[in-house]
T-cell receptor, first 116, second 115 residues
Framework: GENVEQHPSTLSVQEGDSAVIKCTYS??????FPWYKQELGKRPQLIID?????GEKKDQRIAVTLNKTAKHFSLHITETQPEDSAVYFC???????????????FGAGTQVVVTP | GAVVSQHPSWVICKSGTSVKIECRSL??????MFWYRQFPKQSLMLMAT?????????EQGVEKDKFLINHASLTLSTLTVTSAHPEDSSFYIC???????????FGQGTRLTVV
């Protein structure tokens, strides 16, 4: 099955600086890669996602890049703000040819702390 | 976005009792829903796939007789934790999506504490 690794586990940045979180996946059949932000005790919220036919996607201060050959994808947050502090999870979902279709395999999470 | 509602938000139960958690898609029909468990400071782990009108499929290591899943309609899936023990204390979250390869919408989660 799919295995997703995420690094770093914690990330401290100064307000205004950039934050980068990296994930690798094992199943080359995976083709959907969402990123979630989760605040303590709350549900995960989708912040951006990318599909395997796209190499990069950007939404204001957030961008995701995908390298299918190397099987890794990254989240980039620019101009970080204190409200960006949360736990971020990457995930991967298999395509319709696999038993993982529809199932999200999550990375271990990254605790991001943005200090003013 | 679509709304998935989970109930209750938190529950405390005694060891040996059973607890039912409901997951509803409020504004769309979900033939498939997913149940996850999250321990403190850990990631979400998929427990099972809930299929409307058929049996749930469980991930390896998840006891199907302990975590009973029923998907009675296109908008409701329930997870029953049977004979709960303190080690079952966790955050349980469901999700659903319009179709695969698209955004998954999560319920607000249920904090289960077994005492």
């Amino acid at each position: 099955g799919e295995n997703v690794e995420q690094h770093p586990s914690t990330l401290s940045v100064q307000e205004g600086d950039s934050a980068v979180i990296k994930c690798t996946y094992s199943d080359s059949a995976s083709n959907y890669f969402p990123w979630y932000k989760q605040e303590l005790g709350k549900r995960p919220q989708l912040i951006i996602d990318i599909r395997s036919n796209v190499g990069e996607k950007k939404d204001q201060r957030i961008a995701v890049t995908l390298n299918k050959t190397a099987k890794h994808f990254s989240l980039h947050i620019t101009e970080t703000q204190p409200e960006d502090s949360a736990v971020y999870f990457c995930a991967a979902e298999g395509n319709f040819t696999t038993d993982s279709w529809g199932k999200l395999q999550f990375g271990a999470g990254t605790q991001v702390v943005v200090t003013p | 976005g679509a709304v998935v509602s989970q109930h209750p938000s938190w529950v405390i139960c005694k060891s040996g009792t059973s607890v039912k958690i409901e997951c509803r898609s409020l504004d769309f029909q979900a033939t498939t829903m997913f149940w996850y468990r999250q321990f403190p400071k850990q990631s979400l782990m998929l427990m099972a796939t809930s299929n409307e009108g058929s049996k749930a499929t469980y991930e390896q290591g998840v006891e199907k007789d302990k975590f009973l899943i029923n998907h009675a309609s296109l908008t409701l899936s329930t997870l029953t934790v049977t004979s709960a023990h303190p080690e079952d204390s966790s955050f349980y979250i469901c999700s659903a999506s319009f179709k695969f390869d698209t955004e998954a919408f999560f319920g607000q989660g249920t904090r289960l504490t077994v005492v």
